[in-house]
């Protein structure tokens, strides 16, 4: 099976295009291989290759590196989730551990733009819990309870403040966050390829088909070539379980978003020439909204069980149209024919929305599924499983390993058809906000 995906995507775009990729058709061995170029196995290779530079380290992912769902998410670096169920004693203390990661997160990313000097269009503008439903006031209230209780800054608004800061009088209550921060996510996963250290080769466009540990050497075949390693972690994410990795705990969902062209002055001003801003979903299946700082819009409101290899040009077009009308029920004096790209993408969940943080055996590692936060928490995870596979042990990894660990899904077929029908409800329940 060949991963395909469309190369649909405006973050991606807005780079220049990098040419000649190096492909694996040949037989190599390593001391280190990582499978898997987005945020974490980057960070990964990264942080290796300061810790061990003499040993050979092999990168490699099944599409151009940072161009899977690294560069196709919505851009938000977040500080706090919603959508978790935490409310009693014990389980806030559960939220506490989760958002603890996240904050390491966002600091890893820092460190990094720092470091490498990153234009990212990094903006700390935080970010907003959105519904137009009166009666998710109740919801949100819940949630201010238990930021207040976590030390979160942030704050409750009513509709006249949010057409006032969204340029939309579509939603009617919503509490923001101060700590979230938005950003580029193509920019930033290319700069995390163009600072990979020396002793890092990257293959890229070659898909790993099978792979076997015997005693202790792992051997991995690919479509032209093969790799034997000494260790080996895995980073893939949302095709961990296609590799066999972790299947019984974690599984895909895929995504479908649209971006607008650049706003011009006079549609800019029919919306109040708002300041950049995001707006997540206060109920699990709305939609996600982002004014990007070039004025364009980005929408992501679909989410379903689907092959993560591949999607159609035509099953493209059926999303589109959900998200035109998402647009249009927001800014209806914008023009029907705003959309400029529809891209595909894959997200990574658990069942209790924990992520994938674990020592498999001597050799082996793993980071990943990160249930839609992956930016800060997979570079987070992809440094410290490098560190962790090194046989150190940092503060950091002492945070993450206490967190709640993945719980067990059931079997095929009864995973999908739940996952379908739980997808199902939840988009029922959402329907006014897509």
Not at 128 to 138: L, P
Not at 240 to 268: H, Q, V
Request: proline share 3%; glycine share 6%; aromatic share 8%.
């Amino acid at each position: 099976m060949q991963i395909i995906n469309d190369n649909n995507c405006s973050w991606i775009h807005d780079l220049n295009s990098r040419s000649n990729p190096n492909i694996l058709n040949k037989d190599e061995s390593c001391d280190w291989l990582i499978i898997g170029a987005g945020y974490t196995g980057l960070s990964a290779a990264r942080k290796l290759g300061q810790l061990v530079p003499k040993q050979k380290i092999l990168l490699v992912d099944a599409q151009l590196a940072g161009e899977g769902a690294s560069s196709r998410n919505s851009g938000y670096l977040v500080d706090t989730t919603l959508n978790d169920g935490f409310s009693s004693n014990k389980e806030l203390t559960n939220y506490k551990k989760k958002a603890d990661i996240y904050k390491l997160g966002i600091e890893a990313v820092k460190r990094f733009i720092k470091e490498y000097q990153v234009d990212c269009d990094w903006n700390e503008c935080g970010k907003y819990f959105a519904s137009s439903r009166e009666d998710d006031k109740k919801i949100l209230e819940n949630f201010s309870d238990t930021l207040s209780k976590l030390g979160f800054d942030h704050n409750l608004l009513s509709k006249e403040d949010l057409k006032k800061r969204l340029g939309t009088n579509f939603y009617n209550v919503a509490l923001h966050t101060s700590g979230g921060i938005l950003l580029h996510p193509g920019k930033l996963v290319r700069a995390m390829i163009d600072t990979l250290p020396e002793n890092v080769n990257l293959y890229e466009n070659s898909l790993l088909l099978k792979w076997k540990k015997t005693n202790n050497t792992i051997f991995c075949n690919f479509k032209s070539g093969s790799i034997k390693t000494k260790k080996i972690i895995f980073a893939t994410n949302g095709f961990l379980k296609s590799l066999g990795i972790r299947s019984n705990y974690n599984f895909p969902i895929t995504l479908t978003a649209s971006m607008t062209r650049s706003l011009s002055d006079k549609e800019f001003e029919s919306i109040g020439k708002p300041k950049e801003w995001g707006v997540l979903p206060v109920r699990p299946m709305g939609a996600t909204i982002r004014m990007t700082r070039d004025r364009r819009i980005l929408i992501r409101n679909t989410a379903e069980v689907y092959n993560p290899f591949q999607m159609s040009q035509s099953e493209l077009n059926k999303r589109k149209l959900k998200q035109k009308i998402g647009i249009k029920k927001r800014f209806p004096q914008l023009p029907e024919d705003i959309i400029e790209s529809t891209w595909s993408g894959i997200v990574s969940r658990t069942r209790n929305s924990s992520q994938i943080f674990e020592k498999i055996d001597e050799n082996i590692f793993v980071a990943g599924c990160y249930n839609g936060s992956g930016i800060g928490v997979g570079t987070l995870f992809g440094e410290q499983i490098a560190i962790k596979a090194n046989n150190e042990n940092t503060k950091e990894i002492d945070t993450i390993e206490a967190r709640s660990k993945p719980t067990w899904l059931p079997p095929q077929p009864f995973l999908d058809l739940g996952v379908k029908v739980r997808l199902i409800y939840e988009r029922l329940r959402a329907r006014s906000e897509i």
